[in-house]
């Protein structure tokens, strides 16, 4: 008796492109982000920024022949809060540390290594969700707050429209930065808590670490060393505030690289990741 | 009560283990030695214009205090429970004939332990670098190591407590105590008023305007007395522990994936 | 009989979910089975009688005490988990030696403790490796350890066998039945139907958080009027005996299967089985061999289950 394999008569399916399968893990994951906590932190931070956007032009509308009228550098007011920048930083320790570090303490990461997903389609796709959430909160607020004080007369369409170029670039900047340092935390953390704390730590307390060694040694250059520091340069040459003590090219530079070199080391890492365990 | 003081150092033994397991240890170390490896920096620089003392109580009360231990306090007090509850591992001690108030002064107890293993030789290193690696070394501030030593103990001790209590409260332990640590404790002493006394750091900070008289931590007051900022933090964190117990107590643990 | 634990309308509510919906049942001596369907409610019971979560409403008392508040009882109490978490930091013999130490024991008779019990499930020299590297099988040996460890006199284990080896499993079905042969108490829920029917014949059966049947499974198997129960006789005569049983009241069907098999589906199967000999005594019929394929726990189940 000999054994004949059955004849199928359907073509198999045709698996879908890579960008799309990159696309499932990026929805799935921007969902997954969707908590109330992140919610409450993006308004929170809208409103703050809203304020500070709107007011200080309210009040120069009532300052009466008030020289130049409004300027470019008005724009620069959430930048210069602390609040606004503490606020984001939260929002990116909420909403990037669990972003990888779940998948592997749960081991679920194996559900996607094991499906035509490599390790760079996944950290693609982890990254682009937590670099949404990031710009919801730098950027959305503050083009919506221009279109604001344009719609209320406050400022003429030109000034709008290079503050909105002005906050988009700085916006971007900054989302390249968080993001990439939020993916390498959360790839290397075993919990997503040590993952938020370390965020939290990097971000906030590298700020306190230049700030002070500024204070006692003097030098501007140890400011490089703080991503806020950075920010606030290329925020201050951006909306033309003058006072900076950083170069704005390299501090947009030190960001680009902060980016690049963190998805870099954090790709390294997910490669070393043995995705089937036991 | 001889045995229930065992089983409570049971639970402190095993809970000071698990602080340090793995990578964990490492981390804390880093953590904690960051602030005598700044001042080490700067005083490495031979700088004549800087007093390394001086900047050594002002990273301490600046970075050390507010960042550095709160950030340990935080993600070791939120685990403490937290961790735990999320792992669905707390279904075995409060499975045994251990009274839970036990299990929340066992663990509290084992945090404290190895948190001040880190932070009191960091904090006294700093202190040290600060005055040997100085200008003009060995020039020693009357009351600066009692003033690190008391504060570092009394802020592990009330921040652990209240981070402990957060743990067992919410999921998002973690970014409630980042809101509270560096907004809260952060912004709120900046503010003219009373609103100050409603923070730990102000009574913290306080212990050094009573101990030592000159530099950063001197000139902060005194604007309260050494009793109230000693007793302050400490009734804090006694009361905080005892609401931990008295929830514990009462508190159903499910699991975080809840059956249907 | 005295009830080791006693469940009088029991209900848990997630939100809203429930997970258990007016549970009632009586839990004697001995080993009980506890069988549903995946989300019936069986962990949750599980928790509640070990006083992890609290009854929303109805009264549970494990050991003469309320399951809720009783710290003291657990002393006589061992639990084993549905999941797998341990403390992957610690090695297994370890874990054993601290749970036990949380009950009281000193620290030398708890690491004998933990040794015996280490070595009764049979986790061997792993016993002494940290838990991180430990297979399902491994986890679940040392979570059935930590339960036997300081000697309980009730032992709550929730799907104990998952993840063992099949010689694993009678090993461990062989201690649960050595176990209850002298004197303890187990309630065991399992997936593996045929594996509990193996320790014991009294059953609670649970779907939507309720219980649908509790008791011994063959009395549950002949009260199920609706389902006949069929027998299989082999004999070289089958048709004879068809006739024969045919006019029985109680017989709802006569099947023919292969040259020497007749299967009778009856109502009452006691009754059946009482009046067999009479007939093939009085007839001098031969019957070769007898089986009841649906006298089993899986079927009590399907039928009740669904």
């Avoid at chain 1, 998948?103 to 490599?118: H, Q, W």
């Amino acid at each position: 008796m000999s054994l004949h394999p059955p004849r199928y008569s359907l073509a198999p399916p045709t698996l879908r492109p890579h960008a799309s399968r990159v696309q499932v893990v990026f929805w799935a994951t921007v969902r997954e982000r969707l908590g109330a906590m992140n919610i409450v932190l993006l308004a929170f931070i809208f409103t703050v920024v809203l304020l500070q956007i709107i007011i200080p032009f309210y009040f120069a509308t009532l300052v009466p022949g008030l020289a130049n009228g409004p300027e470019l550098s008005f724009f620069y007011l959430p930048f210069a809060s602390q609040v606004w920048f503490f606020f984001v930083v939260l929002l990116t320790a909420s909403v990037g540390a669990g972003v990888i570090a779940n998948d592997l303490a749960t081991r679920s990461i194996t559900m996607y290594l094991a499906r035509p997903i490599t390790h760079l389609d996944y950290l693609v796709a982890k990254a682009a969700a937590v670099a949404v959430w990031i710009t919801i909160a730098v950027v959305a607020p503050t083009l919506l707050g221009t279109t604001i004080v344009l719609a209320l007369g406050y400022v003429p369409l030109p000034l709008a429209l290079q503050a909105a170029g002005a906050f988009l670039g700085v916006g971007i900047l900054t989302i390249v930065a968080f993001t990439g340092l939020a993916v390498l935390v959360s790839s290397a953390a075993p919990k997503s808590a040590y993952a938020a704390a370390a965020i939290f730590g990097l971000l906030a307390g590298a700020e306190i670490v230049a700030f002070v060694a500024w204070t006692i040694s003097g030098e501007p250059a140890v400011l490089y060393l703080s991503v806020e520091q950075d920010v606030l340069a290329t925020a201050q040459a951006a909306f033309h505030v003058p006072g900076g003590v950083l170069d704005p090219t390299g501090a947009a530079a030190i960001l680009i690289a902060l980016g690049a070199v963190t998805f870099y080391l954090a790709w390294r890492r997910l490669a070393t990741i043995d995705a089937v365990a036991e | 009560m001889r045995e229930a003081l065992g089983r409570i150092g049971v639970v402190a033994y095993t809970s000071w283990r698990g602080s340090l397991v793995g990578r964990r240890g490492l981390g804390l170390a880093l953590v904690a030695a960051t602030y005598p490896l700044l001042v080490l920096a700067i005083g490495a620089s031979r700088r004549t214009d800087i007093d390394l003392l001086a900047a050594s109580e002002l990273l301490y009360s600046a970075l050390f205090l507010p960042v550095l231990l709160l950030l340990l306090c935080l993600v070791l007090g939120v685990s403490l429970f937290r961790g735990e509850i999320e792992d669905d591992t707390i279904v075995y001690p409060v499975s045994r004939s251990l009274p839970r108030a036990s299990l929340v002064v066992g663990k509290f107890t084992g945090f404290v332990v190895a948190a001040l293993m880190f932070l009191v030789p960091a904090a006294l290193l700093g202190a040290a670098f600060g005055a040997y690696l100085n200008v003009d070394p060995g020039v020693r501030l009357e009351g600066l190591e009692a003033t690190l030593l008391v504060t570092t103990v009394l802020a592990t001790v009330a921040y652990g407590a209240f981070f402990l209590l957060l743990g067992l409260l919410t999921r998002q332990a973690l970014v409630i105590g980042l809101i509270y640590g560096f907004f809260w404790e952060t912004f709120v002493p900046l503010l003219p008023g009373p609103l100050q006394d409603l923070t730990l750091i102000h009574y913290l900070r306080a212990i050094g305007g009573n101990l030592v008289t000159t530099g950063p931590l001197g000139e902060i007051g005194p604007p309260v007395s050494l009793a109230t900022a000693v007793g302050v933090p400490l009734t804090f964190a006694l009361l905080v522990l005892v609401v931990s117990c008295l929830y514990l107590g009462r508190a159903e643990l499910r699991p975080e994936a809840s059956p249907a | 009989m005295t009830a080791i634990i006693s469940a009088v309308n029991v209900t848990k509510r997630y939100g809203e979910v429930l997970g258990l919906n007016g549970f009632s049942a009586e839990i004697g001596p001995g080993i009980t089975a506890l069988v549903g369907p995946n989300g019936a409610g069986k962990s949750t019971l599980f928790r509640l009688l070990i006083g992890q979560l609290r009854p929303d409403g109805g009264s549970l008392t494990v050991l003469d005490r309320p399951a809720w508040g009783s710290v003291g009882a657990h002393r006589e109490i061992g639990y084993c988990p549905e999941g797998p978490a341990v403390y992957d930091w610690m090695t297994g013999w370890e874990f054993v030696v601290y749970l036990l130490r949380l009950d009281g024991f000193a620290r030398a008779e708890a690491e004998r403790r933990a040794l015996d019990a280490v070595q009764t499930v049979g986790l061997g020299t792993a016993a002494h490796r940290r838990m991180h590297g430990y297979s399902k099988g491994m986890r679940q040996r040392v979570k059935i350890a930590q339960a036997l460890a300081h000697g309980p006199r009730l032992l709550l284990l929730d799907e104990p066998l998952n993840g063992l080896d099949p010689v694993g499993r009678v090993e461990l079905q062989g201690l649960f039945t050595r176990l209850a042969g002298s004197g303890h108490h187990l309630l065991v829920s399992s997936h593996v139907l045929y594996e509990l029917e193996r320790m014991t014949e009294q059953v609670v059966m649970i779907t939507n958080g309720r219980v649908v049947a509790e008791g011994n499974l063959h009395r549950l198997r002949a009260a199920l009027d609706a389902h006949p129960q069929s027998i299989t006789l082999r004999t070289p005569d089958p048709r004879r005996l068809a006739h024969l049983l045919a006019p029985w009241p109680h017989v709802t069907s006569l099947e023919f299967s292969g040259e020497d098999v007749l299967v009778v589906r009856t109502r009452s199967p006691d009754a059946f089985y009482q009046a067999l000999p009479e007939l093939v005594t009085r007839e001098h019929l031969a019957v070769r061999g007898m089986s009841s394929p649906d006298d089993d726990l899986e079927t009590v189940f399907r039928f009740l289950a669904g």
